[in-house]
């Protein structure tokens, strides 16, 4: 059971601390700063925009509205997102920081420093709220308790022949690179048309061994047979393959492990390897 006692925060002492995760501290040091614990501390992370829009609520009822000592840097920076907005590209807090900062070098004015209070500020002076992007479905999660059971009774007698070395973990992850980010601020009066989180993606195969000291080359699934940047690269520091969904496909998975499978008949070495639960890898042959 922890030892710290439960502590009451107001609506105002939690949007400092949200300001301090915002800002890069560390879980840990806000932790033992205000002696809570990991769970207080991610209860108000989760719950950071609920918190935001009410303490920006309780400063307009409650408070005269201040104007900015940087109207120059304000007027800009408003435009700016106004015309994000209409192109329904996602703002976030840390976008508009950096924004702020650029729009201020411009102005010369190498004193100002944008932080997520000047941000927070600037929301309520202009009815700019934090609204949800809609996600995609999420997959199923393993039951809790199957992976430690086969870690415990299954693992033990699987890895018992095999050195750290020659112990291999291969797990396939998309990259979004067009994804934006999840939440985005809009305007108070704003149409809602957030739409859907970009799906553009690649597809990518990491593998390495336990110790980090065999990291292997990258497999990559694009859609482009041949995109037009790899036109004139006579060399690649990946491994490149395509088809129509960007998806990994069994077919892409069998000549990956059999020419890795050459390669370790001719150093004659045995390893073993790990992959995860894709049914795309579960239907290779090999």
């Keep these: 059971m922890s030892s710290k006692k439960r502590r009451s925060f107001t609506i105002a002492e939690k949007v400092k601390v949200i300001e301090r995760l915002e800002s890069g501290d560390s879980?840990?040091?806000?932790?033992?700063?205000?002696?809570?614990?990991?769970?207080?501390?991610?209860?108000?992370?989760?719950?950071?925009?609920?918190?935001?829009?009410?303490?920006?609520?309780?400063?307009?009822?409650?408070?005269?509205?201040?104007?900015?000592?940087?109207?120059?840097?304000?007027?800009?920076?408003?435009?700016?997102?106004?015309?994000?907005?209409?192109?329904?590209?996602?703002?976030?807090?840390?976008?508009?920081?950096?924004?702020?900062?650029?729009?201020a070098k411009l102005f010369n004015k190498p004193n100002f420093e944008c932080s997520s209070s000047w941000i927070t500020r600037f929301r309520q002076r202009h009815n700019i709220v934090f609204e949800k992007v809609r996600r995609a479905p999420q997959a199923a999660k393993v039951a809790t308790g199957v992976s430690d059971n086969w870690f415990e009774h299954v693992w033990p007698h699987l890895r018992q022949n095999y050195a750290d070395c020659?112990?291999?973990?291969?797990?396939?992850?998309?990259?979004?690179?067009?994804?934006?980010?999840?939440?985005?601020?809009?305007?108070?009066?704003?149409?809602?048309?957030?739409?859907?989180?970009?799906?553009?993606?690649?597809?990518?195969?990491?593998?390495?061994?336990?110790?980090?000291?065999?990291?292997?080359?990258?497999?990559?699934?694009?859609?482009?047979?041949?995109?037009?940047?790899f036109e004139n690269a006579k060399h690649l520091p990946v491994i490149y393959r395509s088809n129509e969904k960007a998806w990994m496909t069994s077919g892409i998975f069998t000549e990956w492990l059999s020419e890795w499978d050459e390669q370790l008949t001719k150093e004659k070495r045995r390893i073993l390897l790990t992959v995860d639960s894709c049914p795309e890898i579960g239907r290779a042959h090999v």
């Design 27 to 103: 879980n840990k040091d806000v932790c033992q700063d205000l002696q809570i614990s990991q769970s207080t501390l991610s209860t108000i992370w989760k719950s950071r925009e609920q918190i935001k829009n009410l303490f920006l609520k309780d400063i307009t009822s409650n408070k005269r509205i201040k104007s900015s000592q940087h109207q120059d840097v304000e007027y800009v920076l408003l435009e700016w997102l106004k015309i994000q907005r209409s192109k329904n590209i996602a703002i976030n807090g840390r976008i508009l920081q950096k924004k702020a900062n650029e729009f």
């Design 166 to 229: 020659d112990i291999y973990n291969a797990d396939e992850t998309g990259l979004f690179f067009r994804l934006m980010p999840d939440e985005t601020l809009e305007f108070k009066e704003e149409t809602c048309r957030r739409g859907e989180l970009s799906r553009e993606r690649l597809t990518l195969l990491v593998a390495s061994n336990m110790t980090g000291s065999d990291k292997r080359k990258l497999l990559v699934v694009g859609k482009s047979k041949l995109p037009g940047c």
